[in-house]
């Protein structure tokens, strides 16, 4: 499977933009579908992450950096997960990648790029000042 991450681009700080990641495979269901950025010259960070299926799907996941002006949502029809990214700040700059875990988290939640097993290729946000 192929995960397809679009909608970056270059927006001025205090402005919105809304993130697609689609899976290429129809019948591929993870089990947490995550939103990381990486910054030049920073570690990739957890940004949200939304439960896919099984037990708690749905449910949420939203780092400090981005909590109370994100949303993370899933279509599950059209194998796609959103990110919604208001009131954007410089910081906020990134390359934005979405990742599938396939299994169910082993105790603490998986908010590391390692919990997760498939990744797209990334879209670039620039926020300018």
């Known amino acids: 499977v192929q995960l397809q991450a679009s909608g970056g681009g270059l927006v001025q700080a205090g402005g919105s933009l809304n993130l697609s990641c689609v899976a290429s495979?129809?019948?591929?269901?993870?089990?947490?579908m995550g939103w990381f950025r990486q910054a030049p010259g920073k570690e990739r960070e957890i940004v949200a992450s939304i439960t896919w299926s099984g037990w708690g799907a749905g449910s949420t996941y939203y780092a400090d950096s981005v909590k109370g002006r994100s949303t993370v949502s899933s279509d599950n029809a059209k194998n796609t997960v959103y990110l919604q990214l208001n009131s954007l700040k410089p910081e906020d700059t990134a390359i934005y990648h979405c990742a599938a875990r396939i299994s169910p988290p082993r105790g603490r939640s998986p908010i590391m790029p390692a919990d997760y097993h498939v990744w797209g290729q990334g879209t670039l946000v620039t926020v300018s000042s």
């Open positions: 495979e129809r019948t591929f269901s993870p089990y947490i």
